[in-house]
């Protein structure tokens, strides 16, 4: 671990940082959206699965409020014109998810900080496992969810922290979770910055 962390930590000192740093705000800024704004992110989180984030960015950058407003057909029909890879199922979810928008707001209202937010989110909404449910709260302002996809698992891979699991399990998942939260706190960064530091590291690039 001292390794990455000596590596991050020149991060740190780079400009990767004010990127970082902007991006965090503009996360935490989310919690003054409405509930409506905080759903289409969401559905963005919906859509990254096994696609390629920067694709999805610019899909969901285009559709806005058509998560909200189309139909079933008329969503994955929108969804084929922006050359979506999911048009069929991932609409579905979208819609199915849609009925739980007044449940979301409050209990994103609770502020829960122990799990049990995300728990919800992974029970309830449909094509959200944990790493989608993480990504999402991560978006919206929740610092303390890591999103361990393989960008991330490669990097710890690397540097020997874990070895590659064959499936991601919840079990597996609250483990390498762990080891992320012990290496945040050696680098004084959430969970959500550290996602952002790690991503970086492994492909030059901050997304959301």
């Known amino acids: 671990m001292d390794d990455l962390i000596k590596i991050i930590n020149k991060l740190k000192k780079s400009e990767v940082l004010n990127i970082i740093n902007a991006r965090i705000k503009e996360f935490a800024a989310f919690k003054e959206e409405s509930i409506q704004i905080i759903f289409r992110e969401m559905c963005f989180c919906i859509m990254t699965a096994n696609c390629g984030a920067e694709k999805c960015i610019e899909i969901h950058n285009r559709m806005k409020d058509d998560f909200l407003i189309l139909d079933r057909i008329q969503l994955a029909e929108k969804f084929k014109e922006c050359g979506y890879r999911f048009p069929n199922i991932r609409s579905g979810y979208i819609i199915e998810a849609r009925d739980y928008i007044t449940d979301l707001e409050k209990i994103l209202n609770q502020n829960n900080q122990d ?18 449910a993480s990504h999402f709260l991560r978006n919206v302002g929740y610092e303390n969810y890591a999103i361990i996809d393989f960008h991330i698992i490669d990097v710890l891979v690397k540097y020997k922290l874990i070895e590659k699991p064959k499936t991601l399990t919840k079990k597996k998942y609250i483990e390498i ?3 992320l939260k012990e290496m945040g706190e050696k680098l004084k960064l959430s969970l959500a910055e550290l ?14």
């Not at 937010?117 to 959200?128: A, E, H, S």
């Not at 996602?195 to 959301?208: C, I, M, P, R, S």
């Open 177 to 179: 979770e762990y080891i």
């Open 195 to 208: 996602d952002l530091y790690l991503w970086y590291l492994e492909t030059g690039k901050v997304l959301k």
């Open 115 to 132: 799990g049990s937010l995300r728990d919800w989110i992974v029970k309830n909404i449909k094509g959200l496992g944990y790493k989608e």
